[in-house]
């Protein structure tokens, strides 16, 4: 699965300090701190490319950046405030994302903030904060996980820099480089508060549908970036369709009028299947398998909708026309009403 968005919400330290007693004030003040660390460290990309000191592969990918910013623009993102600047960050990533569901359910923990809107999960700079909220969560009788983040957004919010996480070591650089970048604009061109099931289906589907319309447009059909990107993609859909029928199989126990222990033990057995199948190393749980629903549930829905508007700035015009009238709740998964506005919307327009 790809290391999906972090939400960094710094922008809460700075418009909710104050208004939100509820919130752990070291997570505010880590937030703001880390924002404007970043901000502060962060070089003209431009700068870095001319930096002898830059490594080779780390120029000849910052160099790619104007063209896929450019490219994403012709597509009907906004990309003008983001991305100029370049920062060095660990290996592991910008922030680590902290995220909670109840042992028998995938009832996601959230967290709400003045004006940024809810969230289902928190993201922390700090690796120590961010384990530590986790095993707090985790004594309170949650499924809580904490993982890296490679990719970072403050969702428009900020302009937000290249981070060196994005760079990847792999063959498929390149595609995973645009793929962020053309991810990340999404959410700074439509974001809705308060959906973020919305927000990060619609940032992971025009994500891989740019992607590989900017590999041929960049490199031709046939070329090896698009042919590692194609093979990480077909890769990682096994993995995911295995993840989301343990998803599937666990919901409907969840909803099963067996007793609390008996389920209890089923999920263990449901997980034990999916860790061998998959040769995870890390045992998954209720918090990780809402996030991968978070990003992958959606995608046929999103495609459909494609489909009606015909193109992607197509698309994303309509989905910048919803708002919090078109959801029925907060953190709403359902996303079949929203999805058939969008067709709607399209269909009226053609």
């Keep these: ?32 701190h880390g924002q404007l660390d970043l901000m502060a460290r962060a070089r003209p990309i431009a700068e870095v490319i001319a ?42 990533g910008t922030v680590w994302f902290v995220g909670a569901a109840p042992p028998l359910s995938f009832e996601a923990r959230s967290w709400c903030f003045p004006i940024a809107g809810c969230f289902t999960g928190l993201g922390w700079f700090d690796e120590e904060e ?24 403050t969702g428009g919010w900020f302009p937000d820099p290249v981070v060196s996480s994005m760079l990847s070591p792999g063959d498929d650089a390149h595609a995973a480089l645009a793929n962020v970048l053309i991810h990340e604009s999404v959410h700074a061109t439509v974001l809705i508060p308060d959906q973020m099931y919305f927000n990060e289906g619609l940032a992971e589907y025009v994500g891989d549908a740019l992607t590989d319309v900017w590999l041929v447009e960049r490199f031709g059909a046939a070329a090896p970036e698009r042919a590692a990107w194609t093979a990480a993609q077909a890769r990682r859909a096994q993995r995911v369709e295995r993840s989301l029928a343990a998803y599937q199989e666990l919901d409907r126990l969840y ?9 209890l033990a089923a999920k263990a057995r449901i997980l034990d299947r999916l860790v061998d199948d998959l040769g995870l190393w890390e045992r998954p749980n209720n918090a990780s398998l809402v996030e991968l629903r978070l990003y992958q549930a959606h995608a046929g829905g999103f495609a459909r909708a494609h489909a009606a508007c015909g193109d992607v700035r197509a698309l994303l015009a309509a ?15 359902d996303l079949t009403a929203p999805l058939r506005r969008i067709e709607q919307i399209c269909r009226q327009k053609n």
């Design 1 to 32: 699965m790809r290391p999906p968005v972090a939400l960094a919400l710094a922008l809460a330290a700075v418009t909710a300090a104050g208004q939100a007693g509820c919130l752990m004030p070291r997570y505010l003040a880590q937030a703001a």
């Design 51 to 92: 930096d002898p000191e830059t490594p080779l592969r780390t120029r000849l990918l910052l160099a790619e950046i104007d063209g896929i910013k450019a490219f994403a623009a012709r597509m009907g993102l906004d990309t003008s405030r983001n991305y100029t600047r370049y920062v060095e960050v660990p290996a592991s």
């Design 130 to 153: 961010a384990v530590r909220h986790r095993d707090q969560l985790r004594r309170a009788g949650w499924d809580a996980m904490a993982r890296p983040a490679g990719a970072y957004s």
């Design 255 to 263: 909803r099963s009028s067996q007793p609390d222990a008996a389920k």
């Design 319 to 333: 989905a910048g026309r919803l708002g919090k009238r078109d959801f029925t709740e907060r953190l709403q998964e």
